[in-house]
C-alpha cells in the first residue's frame, strides 16, 4: 500500500495534438500532491495518464514513463485493468453506479477482482464507508440505490469505493468542484486523513483548497495557445504559494494571471 | 389586430428616421412584445401564422387518434353480427368455417398458436442476436466500423416481406431441415419439439417461419438497443474502468443495467411486427386441416396469413364479419405489445442520470 510515483518525460497526445508536454516529476508515497493551473493547461491528462485512463479516449497516446515503485505502468506487457486497480481514482462528477445500492456500490471493485466471501465484503463496507466518514449517514440504507444520496455524499460514495480496493495511489479529478462549501470541507477533511495510508494526487481549479490540504503542488501552464501544455514547476506547497521560483506561478497564484 | 399594426408602422421608419434600412426590419420585432401591457384589454398577441401552424399540428395528431379509433371501431361493428351467428366458442375453439354464412363455425385457438409460437419463437432467436448486434456497434466496433455495419443491419427492414417468404420457403427450409429433423428426433421428448401436425423435414413450418422472423425483426430491435446502449453516460462507464474493468464488466456493471429496459421495449417492439407479419408466413407456411399438436414443427395459419388466404371468400357479411373478428384479435394484441413496448422504453432511464 501507499506507493510513490515517477514520472519521467511524459508526453501526451489526442491524435496530432500534443496536449502535455515532458512531464518529469516525483508523487511521494502518504503524502497530498496537487495540480494546480489554467483550464486547459493538461492537468486533468496527467492526472488521467498515471492509471491508464488516457489511453481510454480514442486516439490518444502516451509516451514516457510512469513509474509505480519503480515500475513502469506503461511497460509492455503490462495491463492496464491491473494498473486501474492498484491506482484508484475519483471523477470530478460523482458517479456512483446508479442500478446499484450503496453497499454494492462499495464492492463493485472487489466484486469485479473476484471477492465473493459475504462476510467479508460486509466488513470492507463498513471500512469504507467509515473511512469516507459516510457509515453513520447510510448505516440504514445500505440497499438502497446510490443515486438516491446528496451529491456530497455521492462524492464520498464514490472516495469508498475507490479505496475498498485498497489501491496503491488514489487520484481525484477535480473532486469538489461540484460540491457546495460544507460538502467540500468534508471532503477535505476526509483527503486529511485518507493519506496516512494513501498516496493521493488531486487536481483543483481551488487554489485555497490546493494550499490546505497538499504537501506538494505541481503547477502546469500552457505557454500559448495551440501549444502543449507544461509542468512550470513543482515544491513543496508553502513554497509554491509563498515563494515561487517561478515568475509564471506568482502571477498564477496572485490573480495577475497572463 | 398586431398585424395591421405591423403593416401600418413597417414603412413609417425610413420616413422618420431616415437613412438607417436595420431599422425598418427591426422596428416592428421589438415593438411587438412591448405592446400588451399598453393595450387595455388582456388580449394574448397571437400572430396569424403561429394559430395557422398550431391548428395544423393538432389537427394531425387529432386525426391520427381519429383514424386508430375508427379502425378498431370498424373492426367491432363489422365482426359483432359474424359473432353472434358464430356457433362455435370464438376464444376456445380451433374450427375455421366460414364457407356458408347460415353455418358459422370459427374459433381463434389454433391461429393464435401458430401466431404466438412463430412469434415467440422468432423473439427467443433475435433477442440475444440483437443484443449482441447492439453491443458489438457501441462498444466494441471502431468507428469507421459501426456506422457503414449499422447501415447494413438498418437496411435488412427494407427488404419486402414477400421476398423473406420466397427466400424462408425455397432457400432457408430446404438447409435448415437437417437441424429440424435433429431436433424432433432427439429432443422431441420436449412438448415444443414434439412431433407437428405436418412432418418435421416438410420445412413450411412454424420452425422454419420462426426464423425468417427473427430476421426480420432483428433491425428493429437492433436500432432500438443500440440507441439506448449508445447513452449510457460516459461517466458511468469511466467510473467502472477506473475501478479496474475489463470491457465485458464494463458491459455488465454499466452499459447493460442502463439499457436493458429499452432492449426489452424494443423486443417487444419488435413481437409486435411478428405477431401482424402476413406476406412471408403466408408464403412459408403450409395450410393444414388438422389442428395443431403445440409443436414448432406444426404448420397452419396465423391470424394475419388466415385473412390473407382467405380473401376469396370475402362474399357475403358475415364471413368477412369472422375474419375481421380475428383481425380485431390482432389488432388488439398488437396495439397492446406496442403500447407496453412504448411504457417500457420510457421508464427507462427514468431516476437513473
Given at each position: 500500500m501507499a506507493k510513490r510515483l515517477d514520472i519521467e518525460n511524459l508526453n501526451l497526445y489526442y491524435n496530432k495534438f500534443h496536449?502535455?508536454?515532458d512531464v518529469t516529476l516525483q508523487v511521494h508515497a502518504r503524502s497530498v500532491t496537487a495540480f494546480i493551473g489554467p483550464s486547459g493547461c493538461g492537468k486533468s491528462t496527467v492526472l488521467r495518464s498515471l492509471n491508464r485512463m488516457h489511453e481510454v479516449v480514442p486516439g490518444s497516446r502516451v509516451e514516457g514513463k510512469v513509474l509505480l515503485d519503480g515500475e513502469n505502468v506503461y511497460a509492455p506487457g503490462v495491463d492496464p485493468v491491473q494498473v486501474r486497480r492498484t491506482i484508484g481514482m475519483v471523477f470530478q462528477k460523482a458517479n456512483?453506479?446508479?442500478?446499484?445500492s450503496i453497499k454494492d456500490n462499495v464492492v463493485a471493485g472487489l466484486k469485479l477482482a473476484g471477492e465473493k466471501d459475504k462476510k467479508k465484503l460486509d466488513e470492507i463496507t463498513e471500512r469504507s464507508l467509515r473511512g469516507a466518514n459516510l457509515w453513520e449517514e447510510v448505516k440504514d440504507r445500505l440497499?438502497?440505490?446510490?443515486?438516491?444520496?446528496s451529491g456530497g455524499q455521492q462524492q464520498r460514495l464514490c472516495i469508498a469505493r475507490a479505496t475498498a480496493v485498497q489501491p496503491d495511489v488514489l487520484l481525484m479529478d477535480?473532486?469538489?468542484?461540484?460540491?457546495d462549501p460544507i460538502s467540500t470541507l468534508a471532503i477535505e477533511d476526509l483527503i486529511a486523513e485518507l493519506k496516512k495510508d494513501y498516496t493521493i494526487v488531486i487536481v483543483t481549479h481551488n487554489m485555497q483548497q490546493a494550499a490546505r490540504v497538499s504537501d506538494q503542488t505541481a503547477f502546469f501552464n500552457l505557454p500559448a495557445v495551440g501549444e502543449p501544455g507544461q509542468l512550470v514547476e513543482i515544491g513543496e506547497t508553502g513554497k509554491i504559494f509563498s515563494n515561487p521560483s517561478q515568475k509564471a506561478t506568482e502571477d498564477y497564484i496572485s490573480g495577475r494571471f497572463g | 389586430m398586431s398585424e395591421s399594426r405591423n403593416s401600418e408602422r413597417r414603412p413609417d421608419p425610413p420616413g422618420?428616421?431616415?437613412?438607417?434600412?436595420v431599422n425598418t426590419t427591426e422596428a416592428p420585432v421589438l415593438e411587438a412584445p412591448v405592446t400588451p401591457p399598453n393595450t387595455p384589454t388582456d388580449k394574448k398577441v397571437v400572430r396569424i401564422g403561429d394559430r395557422i401552424f398550431r391548428s395544423l399540428a393538432t389537427g394531425s395528431g387529432v386525426f391520427v387518434v381519429t383514424i386508430i379509433a375508427a379502425i378498431g371501431l370498424f373492426l367491432l361493428i363489422r365482426a359483432i353480427p359474424a359473432l353472434q351467428a358464430n356457433e362455435a366458442n370464438f376464444l376456445l375453439s380451433g374450427k375455421w368455417e366460414t364457407g356458408d354464412p347460415d353455418d358459422l363455425a370459427f374459433g381463434i385457438v389454433d391461429l393464435a398458436w401458430i401466431t404466438v409460437a412463430s412469434s415467440i419463437f422468432a423473439l427467443v432467436l433475435a433477442m440475444p442476436v440483437a443484443g449482441g448486434i447492439a453491443l458489438f456497434l457501441t462498444q466494441y466496433a471502431p468507428r469507421v466500423l459501426a456506422r457503414p455495419f449499422g447501415y447494413i443491419v438498418d437496411l435488412l427492414a427494407a427488404v419486402p416481406s414477400v421476398i423473406y417468404g420466397l427466400w424462408g420457403a425455397l432457400v432457408l427450409a430446404p438447409v435448415i431441415k437437417p437441424v429440424a429433423v435433429w431436433l424432433n428426433t432427439n429432443l422431441g421428448w420436449i412438448p415444443v419439439f414434439g412431433d407437428g401436425n405436418v412432418p418435421a423435414d416438410s420445412g413450411s413450418n412454424v420452425f422454419t417461419a420462426g426464423i425468417v422472423l427473427a430476421v426480420m425483426i432483428l433491425p428493429i430491435i437492433t436500432g432500438v438497443a443500440r440507441e439506448v446502449f449508445a447513452r449510457t453516460p460516459n461517466a458511468q462507464i469511466e467510473g467502472a474502468l477506473a475501478l479496474g474493468a475489463t470491457k465485458w464488466e464494463v458491459v455488465r456493471t454499466t452499459v447493460w443495467p442502463f439499457g436493458r429496459s429499452g432492449f426489452v421495449g424494443g423486443s417487444m417492439l419488435g413481437l409486435g411486427r411478428a405477431l401482424g407479419e402476413t406476406v412471408a408466413l403466408t408464403v412459408i407456411l403450409s395450410y393444414t386441416y388438422e389442428g395443431p399438436h403445440y409443436s414448432i414443427f406444426d404448420a397452419g395459419a396465423t391470424f394475419a396469413s388466415r385473412i390473407a388466404l382467405g380473401s376469396a371468400e370475402f362474399n357475403n357479411n358475415l364471413t368477412v364479419g369472422a375474419y375481421i373478428a380475428a383481425g380485431l384479435v390482432l389488432f388488439i394484441s398488437t396495439f397492446a405489445v406496442n403500447a407496453l413496448a412504448r411504457w417500457i422504453e420510457s421508464s427507462s432511464g427514468k431516476g437513473k442520470e
Open positions: 496536449a502535455v508536454q456512483p453506479f446508479p442500478t446499484m440497499n438502497k440505490p446510490g443515486g438516491g444520496l477535480e473532486p469538489c468542484s461540484a460540491l | 422618420e428616421v431616415g437613412d438607417a434600412p
